[in-house]
């Protein structure tokens, strides 16, 4: 018996012969696939203004370390950038001790960044994926840690530094904070999604041991969200004080710790303490210039994938 071939285009949604296929219609107002989708004015003002906003602290900052101390007591202050910037950048750099204390913030924010990131990406897989006992009262008592104030663990932690001899070395500052329950906390609740558990199933069946499972399929998989909590930690590591000023001092200091020391005496020059305070964010503008695009690469990453 011969076999009648039918078009495809000539039958229905129910396969019905004979009929037409309706195309799948657009929604009014809806973009086409594929076509740019442009913002429209009101978006553009409302950018400029909260970009206006979040850049005016730094340019105020850097008008008045431009300025003398004299023009910044004057009423009104300048809106309008000095010619006393250099002058005053050096001062800062010169009295506050720049160069060791940007050293020494460097090495302190990297390694407690790194090691932030390594330990709470392999303990936030501990928590969201492995069975061990005590798994939920341990989860609970690190994130109670995060509920006690840090005003009331300074004095044991000083005395055991102290203990240690380890005042005014950089590691005093280092590892008291070089794991955050936050960032095991931030690290269980993204492994606990982003990470199938099928997939470490069958590592498992093919003979990977628990090393090579964290190298090769946890940390690709959690490397948005390491990138966020990298860049969290650096930040706050960078801008640190109240650790810092207890246990350095103005002989080996951070750039907060060394900061202090331009305001001290009788009549503090205020456009050298701006000066200094430019100096020390200048570092960290350059890193999310630098980085800024392959934090939100991996962000989007993450996004794409979840």
């Given at each position: 018996?011969?076999?009648?071939?039918?078009?495809?285009?000539?039958?229905?949604?129910?396969?019905?012969?004979?009929?037409?296929?309706?195309?799948?219609?657009?929604?009014?107002?809806?973009?086409?696939?594929?076509?740019?989708?442009?913002?429209?004015?009101?978006?553009?003002?409302?950018?400029?203004?909260?970009?206006?906003?979040?850049?005016?602290?730094?340019?105020?900052?850097?008008?008045?370390?431009?300025?003398?101390?004299?023009?910044?007591?004057?009423?009104?202050?300048?809106?309008?950038?000095?010619?006393?910037?250099?002058?005053?950048?050096?001062?800062?750099?010169?009295?506050?001790?720049?160069?060791?204390?940007?050293?020494?913030?460097?090495?302190?924010?990297?390694?407690?960044?790194?090691?932030?990131?390594?330990?709470?990406?392999?303990?936030?897989?501990?928590?969201?994926?492995?069975?061990?006992?005590?798994?939920?009262?341990?989860?609970?008592?690190?994130?109670?840690?995060?509920?006690?104030?840090?005003?009331?663990?300074?004095?044991?932690?000083?005395?055991?530094?102290?203990?240690l001899d380890w005042t005014n070395h950089l590691q005093a500052v280092i590892l008291p904070t070089f794991v955050s329950a936050f960032g095991v906390f931030f690290?269980?609740?993204?492994?606990?999604?982003?990470?199938?558990?099928?997939?470490?199933?069958?590592?498992?069946?093919?003979?990977?041991?628990?090393?090579?499972?964290?190298?090769?399929?946890?940390?690709?998989?959690?490397?948005?969200?390491?990138?966020?909590?990298?860049?969290?930690?650096?930040?706050?590591?960078?801008?640190?004080?109240?650790?810092?000023?207890?246990?350095?001092?103005?002989?080996?200091?951070?750039?907060?710790?060394?900061?202090?020391?331009?305001?001290?005496?009788?009549?503090?020059?205020?456009?050298?303490?701006?000066?200094?305070?430019?100096?020390?964010?200048?570092?960290?503008?350059?890193?999310?210039?630098?980085?800024?695009?392959?934090?939100?690469?991996?962000?989007?990453?993450?996004?794409?994938?979840?």
């Amino acid at each position: 018996m011969a076999t009648v071939a039918t078009d495809p285009t000539e039958q229905g949604a129910a396969g019905t012969p004979g009929k037409p296929r309706k195309a799948a219609r657009r929604a009014p107002g809806a973009p086409k696939a594929g076509r740019q989708m442009h913002a429209g004015p009101f978006t553009y003002v409302v950018l400029i203004v909260f970009t206006a906003i979040s850049l005016f602290p730094l340019v105020w900052t850097a008008i008045a370390a431009s300025r003398t101390n004299t023009r910044l007591a004057q009423t009104p202050p300048p809106f309008w950038f000095g010619s006393n910037l250099f002058k005053n950048l050096q001062t800062a750099w010169t009295d506050a001790n720049l160069s060791t204390a940007l050293l020494n913030t460097v090495i302190v924010a990297g390694c407690i960044t790194v090691g932030t990131v390594l330990f709470s990406t392999i303990a936030g897989f501990a928590f969201a994926k492995l069975q061990f006992r005590l798994k939920t009262f341990l989860l609970m008592l690190t994130i109670g840690t995060m509920m006690v104030p840090p005003q009331l663990s300074v004095v044991p932690l000083f005395l055991w530094i102290a203990d240690l001899d380890w005042t005014n070395h950089l590691q005093a500052v280092i590892l008291p904070t070089f794991v955050s329950a936050f960032g095991v906390f931030f690290m269980r609740q993204y492994l606990s999604q982003a990470l199938p558990t099928e997939i470490i199933e069958a590592a498992r069946v093919d003979g990977a041991s628990s090393l090579r499972i964290i190298w090769h399929v946890v940390f690709p998989a959690a490397r948005p969200a390491m990138a966020v909590l990298g860049m969290l930690t650096f930040v706050m590591a960078w801008n640190d004080f109240f650790w810092p000023i207890i246990a350095l001092t103005q002989e080996n200091p951070t750039v907060q710790v060394a900061l202090t020391s331009l305001g001290r005496g009788y009549i503090p020059d205020e456009s050298v303490i701006m000066a200094g305070a430019l100096l020390g964010t200048l570092p960290l503008l350059l890193v999310f210039v630098v980085f800024g695009k392959q934090i939100v690469g991996g962000i989007m990453q993450g996004a794409v994938k979840g």
